[in-house]
């Protein structure tokens, strides 16, 4: 039985239909859990590049799911032929955005010192893996398929098979790469700072897992020799874009929940007239670091420790009550700020 959607079977259309319902839901949460809420200013580029991916997808599964349950993909040519456009336009973009994002962090991983992009050589290999995908993303639209089948009016859409095997080709690299690039220094133990390491091992779980979804379903693509139905194509691609979307979210859960330590101090005796310091904002590694040194400055206030590095702000100020309050932060993307050394203290209160 059909449904007149090209669905040969009533539980098949229920099926397609509820992955687009729950892709859309799940990515909408995706993109407002990372729209920044305020300072958009100083909100780092990373940040507005995942935004982007998870806006990228919502839009692909909104314009294809109007095209296969709305218009419907047998109405005419053009609205075959919109369909395999917007698997080379929305889902080629969305993988160009998702591989942007895990070469900055193999930087992270890599770098050391916050070395800046163009003088890191992982960073340039890995930016010039990605300008490839232009020369890829000509074959895709040089070798696309589309057409109504006249024997049974259904719409197909595809790739020919260089095309297909061009972009499954590209497909294996990439994964292989930036696979490689997580796990040799995970493996060689190069890193010294812990935060870095979760990074890596956290990416490296995230990559492998979008970058294997996506090898399948380009394997599918090119055994089907651009002879899959118009629909089947679509919703390959949309679980494909569902599963890169739950693993860059996971991902960057972290990043999302940086902790702000602000940390507050309640002088006994205001009498001098001098207030206390507005709080330090500080990233989760250097916690330590910081209740260290206001520590060391009210013992050096009590004359009980010699002079620290730092230059005591609380300095003829009469004994204080430290009182470090965490809150989570959704705006600070610090990951680049990774030395202890990085800390400033104030200048003057």
């Known amino acids: 039985m059909t449904t007149g959607l090209a669905f040969p079977s009533v539980g098949l259309q229920t099926l397609v239909c509820l992955v687009y319902f729950f892709g859309i839901t799940i990515i909408s949460h995706c993109v407002s859990r990372r729209i920044p809420r305020d300072n958009y200013r100083h909100t780092p580029w990373i940040r507005w590049l995942i935004l982007s991916v998870f806006v990228d997808s919502w839009l692909f599964l909104f314009i294809s799911g109007l095209l296969i349950f709305g218009i419907g993909m047998e109405t005419s040519s053009s609205v075959c032929m919109t369909g395999i456009f917007l698997c080379i336009v929305f889902y080629a973009s969305t993988k160009v955005l998702l ?72 497909d294996l690299y990439i994964t292989l790469f930036l696979t490689g690039l997580f796990l040799w220094p995970l493996l060689h133990g190069k890193f010294m700072n812990p935060r870095i390491y979760g990074v890596a091992r956290r990416t490296l779980v995230s990559a492998m897992v979008a970058l294997t979804m996506s090898t399948a379903n380009l394997a599918v693509l090119t055994a089907w020799h651009g002879k899959e139905r118009g629909w089947m194509c679509l919703v390959c691609c949309t679980t494909d874009i ?93 990951y680049e700020t990774e030395d202890a050394e990085s800390v400033k203290r104030p200048e003057n209160v």
């Not at 001098?274 to 013992?299: C, E, F, W, Y």
């Not at 100020?317 to 470090?324: D, R, Y």
């Open 242 to 334: 569902i599963f890169n979307a739950l693993a860059l979210f996971w991902v960057t859960r972290e990043d999302h929940e940086d902790v702000v330590t602000t940390a507050s101090v309640n002088a006994a005796n205001t009498s001098n007239g001098r207030n206390p310091p507005r709080g330090l904002s500080i990233s989760d590694g250097h916690t330590q670091v910081m209740m260290k040194a206001l520590k060391a400055d009210a013992k050096e206030d009590d004359h009980e420790a010699p002079t620290t590095g730092f230059r005591n702000p609380f300095r003829s100020v009469p004994p204080v009550q430290v009182m470090v309050t965490t809150v989570r932060e959704g705006d600070d993307y610090a």
């Open 99 to 170: 591989y942007v994002y895990l070469i900055e962090k193999v930087r992270v991983v890599w770098a050391r010192h916050n070395t800046p992009r163009l003088q890191s050589p992982i960073y340039m290999i890995g930016l010039l893996t990605i300008i490839l995908y232009g020369g890829v993303g000509i074959t895709l639209v040089i070798g696309r398929i589309h057409y109504l089948n006249p024997s049974d009016g259904f719409c197909y859409i595809g790739l020919k098979f260089y095309a297909s095997l061009t972009l499954l080709s590209y």
